[in-house]
T-cell receptor, first 110, second 112 residues
Framework: SQKIEQNSEALNIQEGKTATLTCNYT??????LQWYRQDPGRGPVFLLL?????KEKRKERLKVTFDTTLKQSLFHITASQPADSATYLC?????????FGSGTKLNVKP | DADVTQTPRNRITKTGKRIMLECSQT?????MYWYRQDPGLGLRLIYY???????NKGEISDGYSVSRQAQAKFSLSLESAIPNQTALYFC???????????FGSGTRLTVV
């Protein structure tokens, strides 16, 4: 089955810097990959999707890249703010079912 | 009102008891899912349904059952709860042709 790896250690950065989170997967490359934000005690919220034939996708301060050769997606938040502090999950599809990574916690310090 | 509503928000139950978690949605989505979340393990799929007559097992369905009472309602049952079913449970919905899930706020279940 598909294995998804996200850095379990929290990422601590200073406000205004760019945060970069990593999602690695094993086995097959999915048709598309998604990123979600999760706040404590809340359900994940969908942020961005990138397809296997897309190298990069942007939405406001967010950027996602997808490298099927490296089997890796990178999620960037530019000009980070304390309000961006949350856990970020990546999810890969498998025939209409999604498998989620365990997430990386981002702490943005003012 | 929330798009996806889960009840109860919190529940403590005893080992061996039957418990039902409920999910209702106002999104009009045809696809509904149940996940559980454990620290360090991420979200794991329990059951999913693509319409009222379609129920499928996910990767960790043992000890659980589901019922799709209507397009908008999808409930998860633990027939005989055990302590290792203590977790945060999420219901999610999606529509064919769209990609992102819409999640409920979760049910925190503790089995003692």
């Amino acid at each position: 089955s598909q294995k998804i790896e996200q850095n379990s250690e929290a990422l601590n950065i200073q406000e205004g810097k760019t945060a970069t989170l990593t999602c690695n997967y094993t086995n097959y490359s999915p048709a598309y990959l998604q990123w979600y934000r999760q706040d404590p005690g809340r359900g994940p919220v969908f942020l961005l999707l990138i397809r296997e034939n897309e190298k990069e996708k942007r939405k406001e301060r967010l950027k996602v890249t997808f490298d099927t050769t490296l089997k890796q997606s990178l999620f960037h938040i530019t000009a980070s703010q304390p309000a961006d502090s949350a856990t970020y999950l990546c999810a890969l599809d498998n025939f209409n079912k999604f498998y989620f990574g365990s997430g990386t916690k981002l702490n943005v310090k003012p | 009102d929330a798009d996806v509503t889960q009840t109860p928000r919190n529940r403590i139950t005893k080992t061996g008891k039957r418990i039902m978690l409920e999910c209702s949605q106002t999104k009009g989505h045809d696809r509904m899912y149940w996940y559980r979340q454990d620290p360090g393990l991420g979200l794991r799929l329990i059951y999913y349904s693509f319409d009222v007559k379609d129920i499928n097992k996910g990767e960790i369905s043992d000890g659980y059952s589901v019922s799709r009472q209507a397009q908008a309602k999808f409930s998860l049952s633990l027939e005989s709860a055990i302590p290792n079913q203590t977790a945060l449970y999420f219901c999610a919905t999606r529509s064919e042709g769209t990609y992102g899930y819409t999640f409920g706020s979760g049910t925190r279940l503790t089995v003692v």
